[in-house]
Nanobody, 112 residues
């Protein structure tokens, strides 16, 4: 499958960001879509996932309460929204299917 993410974002602390992950080339409902992020000099950090077939989500405890992952089966698109941004949320965000197909990454920079 092919995953194409929306472009870089610059946000102020306390605001929100929503990233789009458009997919093609496979059955969108057949596999979880996962979101991970990587801050500069850090490893990959798993954030959460969604089952597009029924919308069931699972989030890492760290992001509970400010992370929302959704999926639109009509457009084969997944979304990741992160609220209450802080400087520590500056990172490249990726969507992935089966941890085998990856989006190109979206740079989110949080700066005052």
């Amino acid at each position: 499958g092919r995953l194409v993410q929306s472009g870089a974002e610059l946000r102020n602390p306390g605001t929100s960001v929503k990233i789009t992950c458009r997919t093609s080339g496979y059955d969108f409902s057949s596999a979880y879509i996962e979101w991970v992020r990587q801050a500069r000099g850090q490893g990959l950090e798993w954030m959460g996932k969604i089952d597009p077939e029924d919308g069931e989500t699972k989030y890492a405890e760290k992001f509970q309460g400010r992370l929302t992952i959704t999926a639109d089966t009509s457009t084969a698109t997944a979304y990741m929204e992160l609220t209450s941004l802080s400087l520590e949320d500056t990172a490249v965000y990726f969507c992935a299917v089966r941890m085998a197909s990856w989006g190109q990454g979206t740079q989110v920079t949080v700066s005052s």
